[in-house]
């Protein structure tokens, strides 16, 4: 087979793109898998490894994290920390099979990039069966339906954790009585409704979609992971206070109550959306 390779300044020399008979695909993912090995063809402007890794917290830590104390209870002190650890592993190594079939496939093309809809359906194409590589379109658009459904879904989340938060931070700054200690709270003015909120919020949160440069958001995700950390450290310090013994909580739960361990923890690991992009 021909061999095709890149010469340039800004570019490591690559190999053969083509998969050589005495080459299995399999063999041929694992040899993009070495570090350094890949940048898109045509991008003099590709992020650090620094501002991926900024990216990659962002993406894969929000507001999910909130919600484990709760996953937890609903699978048990043990089975939940153990399920979480097993979803994690699974979670990262899919995330790196689809990194590798994304380098795989702009190598092998020749393109610059290729989204989750073009990765599946570039290896449907691959595939032995033949009603498999009939199908193929079939892959991109169940993947495309999926994956817009999963991120409208945590993106709802946000808005109504964003609108929910900044409402009682503002009722909270209204308050008439100086006792700490009480947990009632005595409002000056009438509170603002959610919905107005969010409303309020949405031209700023279009703007923000409209930046495309990974470069350009890593200054947002900086200090969206600096806020973070700092509310973290907050809300931690206050839980460990008088924390009540731990060895009278069940080491397993009921079962019934798993898929609702399973839905918030799936919630939690939020960002197999970046993993292409900044891949």
């Given at each position: 087979m021909s061999t095709q390779r890149l010469r340039n300044e800004d570019y490591r020399d690559y190999s053969s793109t083509d998969v050589s008979p005495e080459?299995?695909?399999s063999e041929t993912l694992n040899n993009f898998s070495s570090s350094g090995s890949y940048q898109r063809f045509g991008e003099s402007n590709s992020t650090t490894w620094f501002q991926t890794l900024i990216h990659l917290l962002k993406g894969n830590i929000g507001t999910g994290l909130l919600g484990l104390p709760l996953a937890v209870k609903n699978a048990g002190i043990l089975m939940g920390p153990l399920s979480l650890l097993v979803m994690g592993l699974v979670a990262v190594h899919c995330m790196g099979i689809?990194?590798?079939?994304?380098?795989?496939?702009?190598?092998?093309?020749?393109?610059?990039?290729?989204?989750?809809?073009?990765?599946?359906?570039?290896?449907?194409?691959?595939?032995?069966?033949s009603w498999l590589r009939n199908h193929a379109h079939w892959g991109r658009h169940i993947v495309d339906f999926f994956l817009i459904v999963t991120q409208l879904g945590f993106c709802c989340v946000y808005f109504v954790f964003l609108a929910d938060n900044f409402k009682q931070v503002i009722e909270a700054a209204n308050v008439t009585t100086n006792n700490c200690h009480s947990n009632e709270t005595v409002i000056l003015t009438p509170t603002m409704d959610s919905r107005l909120y969010m409303l309020t919020f949405l031209p700023f949160l279009v703007l923000l979609v409209f930046?495309?440069?990974?470069?350009?958001?890593?200054?947002?995700?900086?200090?969206?992971?600096?806020?973070?950390?700092?509310?973290?450290?907050?809300?931690?310090?206050?839980?460990?206070?008088?924390?009540?013994?731990?060895?009278?909580?069940?080491?397993?739960?009921?079962?019934?109550?798993?898929?609702?361990?399973?839905?918030?923890?799936?919630?939690?690991?939020?960002?197999?959306?970046?993993?292409?992009?900044?891949?």
């Open positions: 080459e299995s695909p689809l990194v590798k079939c994304a380098h795989h496939f702009c190598h092998r093309l020749n393109k610059p990039f290729v989204d989750y809809g073009d990765t599946v359906m570039y290896g449907l194409e691959a595939s032995p069966s930046i495309r440069n990974l470069r350009v958001l890593s200054i947002f995700s900086l200090l969206a992971n600096i806020s973070m950390l700092v509310s973290l450290v907050m809300i931690y310090q206050f839980i460990v206070q008088e924390i009540p013994d731990p060895t009278h909580l069940p080491l397993v739960a009921s079962w019934k109550t798993y898929p609702l361990f399973f839905g918030t923890a799936i919630f939690a690991f939020e960002g197999i959306g970046m993993a292409v992009p900044v891949g």
